[in-house]
């Protein structure tokens, strides 16, 4: 079973160029807001309907403008989860999730799901008695119960506090990968997407990239926007020197890669965490900054690093030991194998 998307729709001087499949498990659309992601959740559900292209889902044509085939939102089968659940305000929790079954509900399947979510004790309550983990409860049980051959998650963990958030991450996983369903994840975050995905594509400015393995991703990804959502701090443009060294024109600094350097290579990114201040195997890359600025956080120490030369400082993130200010005087070193290529 697999969910194809191929659309195009422009609503202003705003173009959305949509494209992936997404099969069985927690496919993530990442992006800043106002990239697209929701609007393209928002058109395979049937609530927009793009310009141009076509959506099928398991074998079953939703749109298709060349054929002029747009079935209506309830025909495509397809559970959504809005940012605000959209509970209906003045049904309780079982007849919410009730609602989901269409005309003509089941009780005793209802009292399943209810079970099932852990939200029987909640029946008789409407959503304004609920807290917002109950809410998300009670909006993927209604989800459930429309028994869709699709589900679309739009910022679901967006009104949840980090504690609960946490918590409702790992059930919510555990729940879409039973279902064995294609569900599609739309966050800004790059933690939610590393928590809750098996498969990532970015969006920006309304275009999709591609589509990489959740490990993959945070290893390699592939271009800049890529890196930049990925979290990673330190970004540079690079010039190609030979076949295995190239110079961080930002950093003022030359760095060995010991593997093949792809011709479209346009930057480089390296993980603040992936600097150490100890040689290892396989450090291969040393440099000596000329000054530091050490800021502390809560769990680690945050330090820039300046390098004579450069004209932005590398960001280091090294834990704290026994409270102590990390050491700055000597050399840093840096492995070839995580320093990321990028294209543009």
């Known amino acids: 079973m697999a969910l194809e998307v191929e659309i195009r729709k422009r609503i202003g001087g705003f173009v959305l160029h949509s494209e992936f499949t997404a099969d069985r498990g927690v496919f993530a659309l990442l992006g800043a807001s106002g990239s697209g992601k929701s609007l393209t959740l928002k058109c395979i559900a049937g609530i927009e309907k793009p310009d141009e292209g076509r959506i099928v889902l398991d074998g079953h044509v939703l749109f298709d403008s060349s054929k002029k085939i747009s079935l209506p939102p309830q025909k495509r089968r397809v559970g959504y989860m809005f940012q605000d659940y959209a509970l209906f305000p003045n049904m309780t929790v079982r007849k919410n999730v009730m609602a989901g079954m269409g005309r003509n509900p089941d009780s005793a399947a209802a009292d399943e799901i209810l079970r099932r979510f852990r939200i029987s004790d909640l029946e008789n309550r409407i959503p304004s008695e609920l807290s917002g983990g109950q809410k998300q409860r009670v909006a993927m049980a209604r989800i459930v119960a429309q028994k869709p051959d699709a589900i679309l998650l739009d910022e679901p963990f967006a009104a949840l506090d980090s504690h609960l958030k946490w918590m409702l991450e790992g059930e919510m996983k555990q729940l879409l990968e039973s279902m ?3 569900a599609v994840f739309v966050s800004h975050s790059r933690d939610e997407v590393y928590h809750m995905s098996s498969s990532v594509c970015c969006m920006e400015q309304g275009k999709t990239g591609e589509t990489l393995e959740l490990h993959e991703f945070f290893r390699n990804p592939g271009t800049r926007a890529a890196a930049l959502l990925s979290g990673c701090k330190n970004i540079t443009a690079v010039r190609v020197l030979d076949d295995s060294h190239i110079e961080a024109v930002d950093y003022g600094l030359v760095f060995h890669i010991g593997r093949e350097i792809p011709k479209d290579v346009k930057y480089a990114g390296i993980r603040a965490h992936d600097i150490s201040d100890v040689p290892g195997n396989g450090w ?15 769990f680690e120490w945050t330090v820039y690093l300046q390098n004579p030369g450069g004209r932005v400082p590398i960001q280091w993130k090294t834990p704290k030991k026994d409270g102590k200010r990390p050491e700055v005087s000597g050399p840093f070193y840096l492995s070839s194998r995580n320093i990321m290529l990028l294209r543009e």
Do not use: I
Request: charged content about 35%; proline content about 17%; overall charge negative.
């Open 180 to 182: 064995g369903k294609p």
């Open 284 to 298: 291969d890359n040393e440099f000596r900054p000329s000054s530091a600025v050490v800021q502390e956080d809560p």
